[in-house]
Every structure is written in C-alpha cells, then in structure tokens.
C-alpha cells in the first residue's frame, strides 16, 4: 500500500506560478514510477505529466510542454510538479498517481494508487 498526499495547490493569477508536491509512504517510492492528472469541473481526468524511475525519462501532455516540469526526490520520497504561465484554463483538482506495473503512464488505469488531489484555481 502506499498513500499520496498532494499539497501545493491555491489560488493564483494569470501567468503564475505553483509548486504542487507529493509526498509518498508506504513502500519503496523508488519503484514506482509517477504520474500528475488533473481533473476540471465536468471534465475527464486528464494526464498532465509523469516520470520514471528516476528523472532520467519524463513525459507530457503536449499542451503543457514546456510550461510544466516534474520531477522527482526518491531521498525524499516526494514528486514535484512545477507550473508556470498558469492559465484560467488549467484551473483544476491536481492528482498524484504511483504505478508499480508497466504500462503506459499517459493512462489512468496503469496506476495503482491516487492522492486526494489538491486544488488549483487560476484567476484571469
């Protein structure tokens, strides 16, 4: 079992920026590889970005390339989502995600264990 806690998210202004974090316990977070979604209201939950093992191997979601950057601490047991340029349009609940099986990280249904997401809000 391995419990996610998010934190990080708030309310910001266009062309901010917000560190959200994700803090894991549990088991061995270095096994697992990690994933961000996010979900709006009356939306799907969407992929935004996940990581491997280590920070060797990153992917995106292509509309967020380039504003937004993870990455990992596996001393500190806690992935990191650096968001920059917010827009109104990335207002939403933020979700970690762990995966221990293979897959491809771009889809929900690789992943083993969710956070309780954290809410961002992107004032225009």
């Known amino acids: 079992q391995v419990q996610l806690v998010e934190s990080g998210g708030g309310l910001v202004q266009t062309g901010g920026s917000l560190r959200l974090s994700c803090a894991a316990s549990?088991?061995?977070?270095?096994?697992?590889?990690m994933g961000w979604f996010r979900q709006a209201p009356g939306k799907e939950r969407e992929f935004v970005a996940a990581?491997?093992?280590?920070?060797?191997?990153?992917y995106y979601a292509d509309s967020l390339k380039g504003r937004f950057t993870i990455s990992r601490d596996n001393a500190k047991n806690t992935v990191y989502l650096q968001m920059n340029s917010l827009k109104p349009e990335d207002t939403a609940v933020y979700y970690c995600?762990?995966?221990?099986?293979?897959?491809?990280?771009?889809?929900?249904?690789?992943?083993?264990?969710w956070g309780q997401g954290t809410q961002v809000t992107v004032s225009s």
């Open positions: 995600a762990a995966a221990r099986r293979f897959g491809v990280l771009t889809t929900t249904k690789v992943y083993d264990y």
């Open positions: 549990g088991r061995t977070f270095s096994n697992y590889r």
């Open positions: 990581i491997g093992w280590s920070d060797d191997n990153t």
